[in-house]
């Protein structure tokens, strides 16, 4: 079965400091897709990044970007230079290709600090 | 672009009443659409996915009487809640992906803002 492993319930960093979020998943599929997701006490999901089995290079999007280890199964989400405004919960997802579900791990609460 | 809106935001209810989320992909045509719900501080469970023109397949554990699920469009997918009771208070969110129209990634899941039931 598959298994998203968020193991940092709540994170603090310094404002402008880089935070890594870790995230491990199990699966046998050979192709699948992580994503990770923001969300703010409003409530919303926010995509952030997208990172699929296949990519040979790390995925970016701006101030994010995924560190995407296959071998040991782990896809953590660095965000460089934080700011007051991603202070939010974040959730890890994982989607096999072809299927219809995502699971999402239990989430990590990031505080950015002043 | 890949926006998802949710309506109502809010609803309260009285106990035995029925209410109806409906959840829009607005500007792609979305293949499949899910409806999770969400405890405070925990994280999202899947409770069904639609595909359009077709039923709703329920997770384990989900009453599909209690939780009604139409996606009549490629656009638009609803949930009623039949009988709600206070049990039924939640936050529920839809997301939609699969998208034809805009250049989005097809695996993903974008979500609409969610709608937070109080059920008295």
């Known amino acids: 079965a598959q298994k998203i492993t968020q193991t940092q319930p709540g994170m603090f960093v310094q404002e402008k400091e880089a935070v890594t979020l870790d995230c491990t998943y199990d699966t046998s599929d050979q192709s699948y897709g992580l994503f990770w997701y923001k969300q703010p006490s409003s409530g919303e999901m926010i995509f952030l990044i997208y990172q699929g089995s296949y990519d040979e290079q790390n995925a970016t999007e701006g101030r994010y970007s995924l560190n995407f280890q296959k071998a040991r199964k782990s896809a953590n989400l660095v965000i460089s230079a934080s700011q007051l405004g991603d202070s939010a919960m974040y959730f890890c997802a994982m989607r096999d290709t072809g299927g219809f579900k995502t699971i999402f791990g239990a989430g990590t609460r990031l505080f950015v600090k002043a | 672009g890949a926006v998802v809106s949710q309506h109502p935001s809010w609803v309260i209810c009285k106990s035995g009443t029925s209410v109806k989320i409906e959840c829009r992909s607005l500007d792609f045509q979305a293949t499949t659409m899910f409806w999770y719900r969400q405890f405070p501080k925990q994280s999202l469970m899947l409770m069904a996915t639609?595909?359009?023109?077709?039923?709703?397949?329920?997770e384990q554990g989900v009453e599909k009487d209690k939780f009604l699920i139409n996606h009549a469009s490629l656009t638009l997918s609803t949930l009623t809640v039949t009988s709600a009771h206070p049990e039924d208070s939640s936050f529920y969110i839809c997301s939609a992906s699969g998208g034809r129209g805009i250049p989005i990634y097809q695996e993903t899941q974008y979500f609409g803002p969610g709608t937070r039931l109080l059920v008295l």
């Open positions: 639609s595909n359009e023109g077709s039923k709703a397949t329920y």
